[in-house]
């Protein structure tokens, strides 16, 4: 089975940085497409950033020129580096993987204050 643990969540004011991982148990993660989404209270979840297992990425326009996804194969982590950030960033950040079938983390809260 494959289970996904989100950190890096947390409070930051607007314009501050913040860097989310992902780490993921089972031996499939080298193979796997990883995801991040987020989802703020009353609005649908949204794909925030993907980077395949060659390395590939690519990101949702609201979010482009500011954040970066990453991926460590020999720690099993996906990262994502935010900066610029704004108060319309603040959401629950999950942590998806996607190998045959998806896989989901419990989400990271991040909170940007104005």
């Known amino acids: 089975q494959v289970q996904l643990v989100e950190s890096g969540g947390g409070l930051v004011q607007a314009g501050g940085s913040l860097r989310l991982s992902c780490v993921a148990s089972?031996?499939?993660?080298?193979?796997?497409?990883m995801v991040w989404y987020r989802q703020a209270p009353g609005k649908e979840r949204e794909l925030v950033a993907r980077?395949?297992?060659?390395?590939?990425?690519n990101y949702a326009d609201s979010v482009k020129g500011r954040f970066t996804i990453s991926r460590d194969d020999a720690k099993n982590t996906v990262y994502l580096e935010m900066n610029s950030l704004k108060p319309e960033d603040t959401a629950v950040y999950y942590c998806?993987?996607?190998?045959?079938?998806?896989?989901w983390g419990k989400g990271t809260l991040v909170t940007v204050s104005s």
């Open positions: 998806n993987l996607v190998y045959w079938k998806q896989y």
């Open positions: 089972g031996s499939i993660f080298n193979l796997a497409v």
């Open positions: 980077i395949t297992s060659e390395g590939s990425s």
